[in-house]
């Protein structure tokens, strides 16, 4: 069965400062999602990583994705506000055209 | 339509009423997918068509859920005889496999329902 962790589940981030969300996952898979979803609202995109080191970054943002240690990261690079909002990451069970297995998000909060 | 359309955005049943959920996905996108998310949770699968078929309904947690895409396009979430433990939001997903990298889901945004 495919298990995702996601840590911390909350946290409270000064404006400006650097923080990373990491998701763990417990078999292999063919690619991870990171979701940011706002309160009341639905899952929007933010990158989908395919392979073994891959790394995007939008804005602020940058996710990276190690296959071998089953392990993605979502850094944070000086926060705002705007930023404030729960992530999720998602992995995708093998061979299965996009059923997904969600971590339990993790809450942002960025303070002034 | 340009995504993935849900209906109603708001439910409240009484409990043991029936309820329908309506999901219109992105036009021609093969797969489409059920999710429930609970208050301060992740969603959770609860079952996947491709097309008219229903492949995968392992994460349904009762009997009393029921899905159908008769014509391989909108599908309907039923639940029977509603209880408490079903409210939640349910979102529908949709995506078009095929090419190695156009297989992501696209979410709509969801109906929540409250059972009184």
Redesign the interface.
Known sequence: ELK?E?NPLFLSMQEGKNYTIYCNYSTTSD?L?W?RQDPG???E?LF?L?SNGAVKQEGRLMASLDTKARLSTLHITAAVHDLSATY?C?V?HTG??????????TRLQVTL | GAGVSQSPRYKVAKRGQDVALRCDPISGHVSLFWYQQALGQGPEFLTYFQNEAQLDKSGLPSDRFFAERPEGSVSTLKIQRTQQEDSAVYLCASSQPGTFMNTEAFFGQGTRLTVV
Do not use: D, H, N
Request: glycine share 8%; proline share 0%.
């Open positions: 995702v996601q690619r999602y979701y609202k639905s899952l995109s989908v395919l999720f998602a995708e299965t055209a996009s059923k997904l297995t969600f971590g339990t998000g």
